[in-house]
C-alpha cells in the first residue's frame, strides 16, 4: 500500500453529525433554513462531511452551490463571492452577483462614501441570495470559510438572522486552529452563535476504537490491535493522517518508523520556515525532547535563556504548532506528527547534541527515556546502563513490550567484556515471548544456548532450552524435534556430572507438556511426576507449570475430579505469588481443555478471565491463543457472529503464534461449511490441517480434519468423509484420545448410514465407542448415546425417547451442532410416525436456529447448490428415488442396486423425511422433476 493514496470507504465517528445535518436539510425543505457551521482542525474530516451533507440533499432534491476561500481572498474584496457566483447554477443570478462585486470593487476608484457604497453592495448582495428559487429549496455550502474576506463574511452575517423563514440551508466550515488570527471570522461566529443565529458542529478527534473500526475499513478486515495503537498514537486521531499513515506502512511496525507523509510534512515545514531562526531552534529542541516538553528544560537544552524561549514559545502557538499543557510550564505539540516533521528535519550532528544535552540536564527523566537519548546521542555505554536497568523495572511491573524495546537497546550497546550476555539475551527472548514476537524469541534463544554450549555451561544452557522449545511450539516445531532437544539437553547434563535439579525438572516438564499437547497421556503423567519430585529443589514456576500439565492430562484422560481442583489451584497460587507467565499459562491449559472437552460453562468463565488478566501482564501469545478458543466455544454454542469476530480478530492479532493461527483458522472453516461456504472452508480447514499435520500434534490436525470430514457429509461427498472419519480414528485411537475423537463417532456413523453401510456404521460407532468409553470424559458420551439412537432409526426402530434424551444432553451442555442435528433426527421420527405436526415443530426449531446463525447446512433450511440436483437427498437417496419414480418396488431396488432391502426402506424413509412428504407416489413425482446431473 506504500505509495498509493488512502482514504476511507465510510465516515467513522460522524453518525451523529450526519443526523443533525439531516435533520436541518428537512426543515430547510420545509422553508426553515439556518446557517450551519462546521469545524475542527485540519484533516479532521470537515470536507467529507460537507460532501456527504450534499449527497444526502441532492436525494432530497436541494439544487447545491458550492464555494471555496482561498489563502490569497484574505486580501481581496468578496472574492468567496466571486467563486460563489462561479458555481451557481442560475446563471442570471450568478451574473447579477459578479456585477455587483465588480461594483464594489471599483467603488474606491469612484469617490464618494465607500464605506457607504459597501454596505448598500453587501445588502444588495444578501438580497440577491435571498431571491426564491424555481428549482426548489437550497444547499450553499462554503468551504475554506477561515481564508474568507471580510466582505464575504458580512454578507454571510446579513443572511444569518434571515434564512428562519428561507428553504436554504448554507453550510460552511472553517479551521478551528485558522480562528484565532482571523479576527473578522471569529467575532462574526461568537456573535451569531450567541445570538442563536447560527449552529456549529465541532469535528473530534477519533478514539482509539474509532481509529481502528477507520483502519479496518480501508484495510478490509480486523486489524491487529498493535496497528491501531501505533497508527491513534502517531495521528493523534486525526482521519487525514490515519490514511496518510497507511498509505505509507500498514504494519504496527512500519508505522511507528515510518517517516512523516510528504503531504503532512510539507504542510509543517512550510509554517516553520515562517518563523525567525531563534524560534526554529526552539523548536527544534522541543521536537528533540519528544512530544510534550517542560519549559525549564528546554531553557537548559537550547541555552538561549528563559525570555528567549518564552517569546520563541509565543510565536509557536501562535504559528498553531505547539499547545500550552496542563500548566503554564509545560507545552505539547499540537500533534504528533508536526513534532516528527521538524525532529526529522533537524540536521544528525545537531539532533545529537541536543539528544546529549537532554541526557545529561535531566537527572530526573526516567531510565527508559535518559537511555534513549544516550543512544540517540551516539553514547553505547551510558545507552547500555541505563536501558539495562530501565528493562528491568518495565518487566518487573508487566510492561513487557516496553521491556522488549529497553533489552533491544541495552543489547544493541552491549560492552565488548560484558561478562553475562547470556542472561541478557535470555532476558530479551523471554520479554519477546511475552508479546507474541516468536520469531525474534526463538532466534534469540537460539544465541544464549549456543553462547553458553560456546563458554562451555551446559547447566546455563539447559535453563534455556525449555523455554526455545515452548517458542519453536508457537511456531509449529514437530514433536519429534522439540522431545531430542529436551533429551539432549539431559544428556549434557549427566555427561557433566551436574545435578542441577531445577534445571532438570524443567526439562521434564517440558517433555510433559510436549507429550500432552499430543495427547500421549500416560508419558506425559509420567514426565510430570518426574518433574515433580525434582521441583522439590528447584524454583517454583516449575511446580507449578507442571501442576498445570498434569491437572489438563487428568481432564482428557477422564479424571475431572482430579484435574479441574489441580489446575485452579495452581492458577490461584501462581496469582498468589505474583508469577505472571505461570499465571496465564495456567488459564490458557484450563480455559482451553474446558473448551475442547464441552464444559462450556467452565470454558466461558476461565477464558474471560485469562483473557482479562493475560492483557493486565502483556502476555499476548495466551492472550490470543485464550481468544481464538473463545471464538470456539462461540461456534459450539451457536453464538456464530461473535465466533466469526473473535476468530478474525484473533487471526489479525497473533503474529507469531501459529497455534493460534490453526485454531482460529479451524473455527473460521466451520463457520464456513455450516454457512454453505464450500470453498472458503476448504481453504481455511486445509490450511489448518496441513500446518497441524506438520506439527505432528494431534490438538492441531484432528480438529480440522473433522471439519473436512463433515462438510464433505454435508456436501453428499460419502466416500471421502468415511476415509476421514478413518483417518481421525486411528490418530486418536493410537493415543487413546477421547475429547478430539467424539465429534467423528456422529459425523462417520452418519456417512455409513447414508451409503446404506449399517453393519459398518455400527462396526464404526463400536470402535469410536470403546475408545470414549475407555477415558469416559463426560462431555464427549453424549455422542454415544446419540449414535447409538441413530443405528437403532436406521433398523427401523422409532422409539423417540432415546433421541429426546440424546437432544436434551447436548442442550444442556450448549452443543449447538449436533443438538440441531439431532432436532433433525426427531423431525425424521415424527414424520416416520405420521405425526407431521411434531416434526413440523422441530424443523420450525431449525430454522430459528439457522436463523441466528446464517446456518443453511440442515436439511429444514437448506436451498438446492448448483450441480446436486439431488439435494437435500445424498447421491444414494437420490438414485432411490429415481428408481421409485421408474416404478421399482423396494425389493426391486435392493437387487439393482446390490443391497438389502431393509436398506433400501431406510433410504425411502429418509427421503419422505427430507422431501416432506408421505407417500411413495409423491417421491416419484419430485423425482420425475429433477434432471439427474450429466455425471457422477
Known sequence: MAGSVVASPVMVGRDEFLTLGGRRLAEAGQGRGELLFVTGEAGIGKTRLLGALTRQARTQGFAVTRAAAFPADTESSAGLLLDLAGEVGDRSLGRRLTERIRALAAAPATGGDAHHHRRLLVADLTALLLEPRPDGPHLIVLDDLHWADAVSLDVLGRLAPRLSTRPLLIAAAYRSDELPSRRSLRELRARLLAQRQAEEIRLPRLDRSQVGTLTGAVLGGPVPALLVEALHRRSDGIPLHVEELLAAGSSADRIDRVPVPDTLGEAVLSRVRQLSAATRHVARAASVIGRSFGFDLLVVVTGVGEQAVAAALRELRAAHLVLAGTDDATFDFRHALIRDAIYDDTDLPARRLLHARVAEAAPGLPAAVVSAHFELAGNPPRTFRFALAAAREAAAVSAHREALELYRRAVRNTPADWPDRVALLAALADEAAAVDENVEAAATYEKAHHLALEQDDPQAAAGIVPRLVAVGHLLGSPLRERVARLRDAERRLDEAGLAAPAERAALCSGTAAAYMLDRRLDEAIAEGECSRSGARAAKGDVGLNTAVTLGSVMVFAGRPGEGWPLLESSITRARDTHREAETARGYRMLASTASVVVEYDRADRFLRDGIAYAETVEMWNHRHYLAAHLAHVRWATGDWDAAEREARQALADGRGGITTRITAQYVLGYLAFGRGSWTSA??????????????????????????????????????SCVELCEQGYRASAEVNDAAYLFPFLLTGTRAHLALGQE??????????????????????????????????????????????????????????????????????IATRRR???????????????????????????????????????????????????????????????????????????????????????????????????ASR
Open 682 to 719: 476448504q481453504a481455511l480447514l486445509g490450511e489448518a490441517l496441513s500446518r497441524g499435520r506438520d506439527m505432528a500434534e494431534l490438538q492441531r490436525f484432528s480438529p480440522p480434519l473433522w471439519g473436512l470430514a463433515e462438510m464433505a457429509r454435508c456436501q453428499g461427498s460419502l466416500p
Open 759 to 828: 453393519g459398518a456404521a455400527e462396526d464404526f460407532a463400536g470402535r469410536v465407542g470403546e475408545v470414549l468409553l475407555s477415558r469416559s470424559v463426560p462431555g464427549t458420551l453424549p455422542a454415544i448415546a446419540h449414535a447409538r439412537a441413530l443405528l437403532r432409526l436406521a433398523a427401523g426402530d422409532l422409539s423417540e425417547q432415546p433421541m429426546v434424551d440424546v437432544v436434551r444432553t447436548w442442550s444442556e451442555r450448549r452443543r449447538f451442532w449436533e443438538s440441531t442435528w439431532g432436532l433433525g433426527d426427531l423431525a425424521e
Open 835 to 933: 405425526r407431521r405436526a411434531e416434526a413440523s415443530r422441530y424443523r420450525e426449531e431449525i430454522r430459528v436456529r439457522a436463523a441466528a446463525t446464517g446456518a443453511t447446512v440442515f436439511p429444514a433450511v437448506a436451498s438446492p447448490r448448483p450441480g446436486q440436483p439431488w439435494h437435500p437427498l445424498t447421491a444414494r437417496e437420490f438414485e432411490v428415488a429415481r428408481l421409485i419414480a421408474d416404478g421399482l418396488t423396494n425389493r426391486q431396488i435392493a437387487e439393482r442396486l446390490v443391497v438389502a432391502p431393509k436398506t433400501v426402506s431406510a433410504h425411502v424413509e429418509h427421503i419422505l423425511t427430507k422431501l416432506g412428504v408421505g407417500r411413495r407416489t409423491e417421491i416419484a413425482v419430485w423425482a420425475a422433476g429433477v434432471s439427474a446431473p
